[in-house]
């Protein structure tokens, strides 16, 4: 019998992420805020954080603009209950929230997904794989540097 | 001093990684060893040979910047380092290299105003003293010393409350921030600590501009009141936090380590007393 590869990369990073302690849901969207896949958890609205998430790094960019180019590649806001995350990988971006209390240790989580979709973008589609790699991958690595 | 052998030791090893994958990025590191041993010649050629498959690889572009360097042929070193920065972008090891070549290339102003830059965000590190003091720079690092052995000596002392200039003070010597500004409600400064690119002014309009707009978005999705902020860009963090009093903003490196930045503002902000008066410009958070 023919064993089945689970290669759908996009659905193994949010597998990964929803995971972890503490995530209530994460969502995948392209650049125009098209959504990918979403994995829900308790009440998660995917497609309203996406809006709101591609909003507001717009709005950040437009803001940031001339102070820090080419602009936001990752946004965190934390609410009484609540932990926001905004991540630019590519031309996709992870939204994923979360529990304020989940620990800090889920932005490495989110690099790693990150890490996952542009390996597999670079692989499938090198013409529109990044130039360089996202900013929170940069940060987690110089940690696990600092750690070996 | 440098450890012959052990240099020996990694250049045995890392081109045995080399012999076994010839596209390996590993080259970088055998030239490196080589440039220290002192074998210029040799490092040159490992690098250029690597450097010929990876061009864009700007960490071998920096060990043959410091080959020239080595090799007092300052023009093609200066080349080499502006390949790299053109591949990855700057790097606080290219800033430093690039201080070091305007030196040796004479030009004394040009390298003081980045070394300058590079001490007053990591006044700690031991390489960028050095670097000021080759510049004749040696008063700089006095005052900051200064400044540097006060707060310990005034936080001790108390070892409770801080004023919140003490606080901004504190945090804006903590290595690899760039700047901090303290924000009333309606987005005008309390006061701050921020030099370079943009005024605190500009700092305080432009973060409680962001601040907004979060805290709007946030709510559309029920996330209720917006707490803290953390933008990154590919240079640079801006990290904001909501107090009791005031909105903190402060600007760091995008190398700064975040864990141990927050555990020490979450110190400070608890320990801050009182807003002078006299420089409240009305309105809390």
Request: charged share 30%; with cysteine; net charge neutral.
């Amino acid at each position: 019998m023919k064993t089945v590869k689970n290669t759908d990369k996009f659905q193994v990073s949010v597998e990964y992420l929803t995971e972890y302690t503490g995530v209530k849901g994460v969502v995948i969207t392209d650049s125009e805020g098209l959504m990918i896949i979403q994995q829900p958890k308790e009440g998660f609205n995917g497609e309203l954080c996406a809006a709101v998430g591609l909003e507001l790094i717009k709005l950040l960019d437009k803001n940031l603009h001339g102070i820090a180019e080419p602009g936001c590649e990752f946004l965190s806001i934390k609410t009484g209950a609540d932990w926001l995350t905004v991540a630019k990988t590519s031309i996709f971006y992870v939204i994923v929230l979360a529990d304020r209390k989940a620990d800090d240790l889920l932005n490495v989580r989110i690099s790693r997904a990150l890490e996952m979709i542009s390996s597999y973008m670079k692989e499938k589609y090198p013409a529109v794989s990044p130039e360089r790699e996202p900013a929170v991958r940069r940060s987690a690595r110089k940690m696990e540097a600092s750690n070996v | 001093m440098i450890d012959t052998a052990e240099l020996d030791d990694r250049i045995v090893k890392c081109e045995k990684i080399l012999a076994a994958d010839a596209n390996s990025q590993i080259f970088a590191a055998i030239a490196e060893a080589y440039r220290k041993k002192g074998d210029l010649q040799k490092a040159q050629e490992v690098c250029q040979k690597g450097l010929n498959i990876h061009p864009d690889y700007a960490t071998a572009r920096i060990v043959m910047a410091k080959i020239y360097l080595d090799k007092e042929d300052f023009d093609r070193a200066w080349d080499e380092l502006r390949l790299g920065i053109k591949s990855s972008g700057r790097t606080r090891a290219m800033d430093i290299l690039e201080a070091e070549i305007l030196i040796k290339k004479g030009k004394i102003k040009e390298a003081k105003a980045i070394a300058q830059k590079l001490y007053l965000s990591d006044p700690q590190d031991e390489t960028i003293k050095n670097l000021m003091i080759a510049l004749g720079e040696e008063n700089l690092i006095e005052r900051s010393a200064d400044v540097l052995a006060s707060i310990p000596a005034q936080v001790n002392k108390t070892n409770k409350k801080l004023t919140l200039q003490d606080v901004l003070n504190i945090i804006r010597v903590t290595p690899r921030v760039l700047g901090v500004v303290a924000v009333n409600e309606q987005g005008l400064v309390i006061d701050g600590r921020f030099d370079g690119n943009i005024s605190k002014d500009e700092a305080a309009a432009l973060t409680s501009g962001i601040f907004d707009v979060s805290c709007t978005g946030s709510e559309r999705i029920s996330l209720g009141q917006t707490k803290e902020i953390l933008i990154e860009t590919r240079s640079s963090k801006l990290w904001l936090v909501k107090t009791f009093r005031f909105l903190l903003v402060i600007m760091t490196r995008d190398d700064v380590s975040m864990g141990s930045l927050k555990l020490k503002i979450e110190d400070l902000i608890q320990r801050v007393e009182y807003i002078h008066e006299s420089s409240e410009q009305g309105g809390g958070y």
